[in-house]
Every structure is written in structure tokens, then in C-alpha cells.
């Protein structure tokens, strides 16, 4: 069996007329809501523009007055004391004789005063000198000859070839004797032994002179090893 509806108690009808009377009540509640929180509401902006002034705020540059360095003390003056002599004290009075009135002259004699210069010390050793010493048999040709007749040239050292130019260095005393003869600069062992050799046994220099006094002097001389 169907059922039957009757038109009146059928809600559909009235479905879009409840509904725009409910969106008018949901709209009145919120227009009053609204009015009620502005009412209520109160912002307070003083402290913000006290902020913006006070970050706008401009700091002045101070300068600091410099200080004035303060001046030393002055020192205490001193009294003068004047000491008041009576008339009736003795004073004994004193005369300086003036040579302008005796009328005698004053001379001014210049003595020379002698300095004795420092002999040289017997083991100082000259490496420069006013007056070299020199190879008393004709000089630098005369020792060059000498050295030429005298030497003897080591069997070893012909035998290898070995040749060459030894440097040696000695000293002549104040007497012209030679000591202290070392190679400085060397070629072979036989070539320097040889030539310290004929070094020593040289005759007696001139020696040399300082202030034209002999003294102690060192001299290098060059002995040549030349095979024919």
C-alpha cells in the first residue's frame, strides 16, 4: 500500500525560505559581535611614537677639553744676606805688583815636548810596510834565478807529468832570516815539498823597514814547476 503525503506537512517546500532566514540570524549575530569588539578595543600608540622618537634621536659629539699639563713648582727664593762691616774694623789690604808699571816684559818661550814613539814589537808581523824587504842578490830577477838553479825537480813527479805553480808564503825576520814558510795554494805533494825546500834555504834578505826601522814582514812568492 502506497503512502500518501500531504502537501501541507511536506518540509521541502518551505526548505529555501528557512534557510535565508537562518543566513539573516547568522548575519545580525555577527554585525553585533563586530560592534561589540570595536567598542572594546583601544590601541594605544604613544609608546610606538615614543620609540620612533627616541630611535631618531640624535647623540651629540661631545669633545673632551684636554687637559693642561701643570707647570713645576717654583723654587723658594732665597734670601740675600748682606753682611754690614763696621769703619773702625781692620782690613788688611793686599797690592798686586802689575808688570806694566815695574815696565818689564813678558816672553812666552815655546818648549818643544819630545815624544818617543813606540818601538815595534820583535813579533809583530807586517803584511804592508813602507820599505818591502827584497832578495838581496838582484832583487824580485835575482830570486827568480835563484829558484830556476835550485830546484830539483822530484823524479815521481816527472815520471806522472805533474807541473804546475806553488804558491808559498814565509816571513822575513829583522834580521833578514827566513821562517815560517807554509804553501798556500799546492800542486802535488812532491811539488810542494820541494819548494818549501828551496824556500828555506834562501840566503838572508834585506829586510824590511817602518818608520826606517827593519821589521818583522810577510812576503809570497810563486815557485814554478815547468817539465821541457
Known amino acids: 500500500m502506497e503512502v500518501k503525503k500531504s502537501p501541507k506537512a511536506d518540509l521541502e517546500n518551505k526548505k529555501s525560505t528557512w534557510m535565508l532566514i537562518g543566513?539573516?540570524?547568522?548575519?545580525?549575530?555577527?554585525?553585533?559581535?563586530?560592534?561589540?569588539?570595536?567598542?572594546?578595543?583601544?590601541?594605544?600608540?604613544?609608546?610606538a611614537i615614543a620609540d620612533v622618537i627616541f630611535?631618531?634621536?640624535?647623540?651629540?659629539?661631545?669633545?673632551?677639553?684636554?687637559?693642561?699639563?701643570p707647570l713645576p713648582p717654583e723654587a723658594p727664593s732665597i734670601p740675600e744676606t748682606?753682611?754690614?762691616?763696621?769703619?773702625?774694623?781692620?782690613?788688611?789690604?793686599?797690592?798686586?805688583?802689575?808688570?806694566e808699571d815695574v815696565g818689564q816684559k813678558v816672553e812666552i818661550k815655546y818648549v818643544p815636548v819630545a815624544v818617543e814613539e813606540e818601538e815595534p814589537e820583535e813579533q809583530t808581523i807586517f803584511e804592508i810596510v813602507e820599505e818591502a824587504p827584497e832578495f838581496i842578490n838582484g832583487g824580485m830577477a835575482g830570486l827568480m834565478q835563484y829558484l830556476s838553479k835550485?830546484?830539483?825537480?822530484?823524479?815521481?813527479?816527472?815520471?806522472?807529468?805533474?807541473?804546475?805553480?806553488?804558491?808559498?808564503?814565509?816571513?822575513?825576520?829583522?834580521?833578514?832570516?827566513?821562517?815560517?814558510?807554509?804553501?798556500?795554494?799546492?800542486?802535488?805533494?812532491?811539488?810542494?815539498?820541494?819548494?818549501?825546500?828551496?824556500?828555506?834555504?834562501?840566503?838572508?834578505?834585506?829586510?824590511?823597514?817602518?818608520?826606517?826601522?827593519?821589521?818583522?814582514?810577510?812576503?809570497?812568492?810563486?815557485?814554478m814547476f815547468r817539465l821541457q
Open 23 to 47: 543566513y539573516v540570524i547568522v548575519l545580525a549575530f555577527m554585525f553585533v559581535a563586530f560592534e561589540w569588539t570595536k567598542r572594546d578595543i583601544k590601541i594605544d600608540t604613544s609608546q
Open 55 to 69: 630611535e631618531e634621536e640624535i647623540i651629540p659629539i661631545t669633545e673632551q677639553p684636554e687637559q693642561a699639563t
Open 82 to 99: 748682606l753682611t754690614i762691616v763696621e769703619d773702625d774694623a781692620d782690613v788688611e789690604e793686599t797690592t798686586i805688583a802689575s808688570t
Open 150 to 223: 835550485n830546484i830539483k825537480y822530484p823524479t815521481i813527479a816527472q815520471e806522472n807529468g805533474t807541473q804546475g805553480r806553488v804558491v808559498v808564503q814565509f816571513v822575513v825576520n829583522r834580521d833578514g832570516s827566513i821562517v815560517d814558510a807554509k804553501v798556500m795554494r799546492g800542486v802535488d805533494p812532491y811539488l810542494d815539498k820541494e819548494a818549501l825546500r828551496v824556500i828555506n834555504s834562501m840566503p838572508k834578505w834585506k829586510p824590511g823597514k817602518q818608520r826606517g826601522k827593519p821589521v818583522r814582514c810577510r812576503y809570497t812568492v810563486p815557485v
